[in-house]
């Protein structure tokens, strides 16, 4: 019986070896990093730290850390994100909602929006799983730029030579 308390063999690691072709886990003791070299400068007050890039599948997991107060960007999803707030609040124009600490966010394909952060919040940081591309867009829906998963890895990159942690630091959060 698998969940049976008295059963011995619980404690027991699975005896069999992982898939050959499975790629190796990824551990992250401090996600909020102590050191702020890890985190990534993507726009004015707008930085990233990132967790997963997953090459193969084309998104990416990240803290996002804001530490500056207003409208942030204005994007559109093509394929869907989910985001958790570990710190601060903020909001979108297009929504009524306030995302608050601890407040999970579905954000669904198809969706275009303006991220703001109020006037009262030093800094917010929040958990994205970011799928495909951040498609950013004027308020009439014009293409102005786009990130991926391939851009954030050259960000880190750059980032990562220029603070000395070495432009390899980024190699252990990629899939
Ligand atoms: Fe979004």
Redesign the pocket.
């Known amino acids: 019986m698998p969940d049976d308390p008295s059963n011995s063999d619980q404690r027991v690691p699975y005896q069999l070896p992982m898939p050959p072709d499975a790629q190796a886990e990824i551990v992250v003791p401090s996600a909020i990093p102590e050191d702020d070299r890890v985190w990534v400068p993507q726009a004015e007050g707008v930085l990233f730290r990132p967790l997963c890039l997953n090459v193969s599948q084309g998104y990416w997991m990240n803290l996002l850390k804001v530490t500056r107060s207003g409208v942030l960007?204005r994007?559109r999803?093509p394929n869907p994100?989910h985001?958790f707030v570990l710190k601060g609040r903020w909001s979108?124009l297009e929504h009524d909602w306030e995302a608050t600490e601890g407040s999970y966010v579905y954000?669904p394909p198809g969706?275009t929006?303006t991220?703001v952060v109020p006037d009262d919040v030093d800094e917010m940081i929040t958990y994205?799983q970011?799928n495909g591309v951040?498609y950013y867009v004027d308020p009439y829906g014009n293409h102005t730029g786009y990130e991926d998963v391939f851009t954030k890895i050259e960000n880190c990159r750059a980032h990562y030579e220029k603070n000395g942690l070495g432009s390899s630091y980024v190699d252990q959060f990629i899939r």
């Open positions: 960007s994007h999803h994100v985001g979108y954000e969706e929006h991220l994205f970011v951040m």
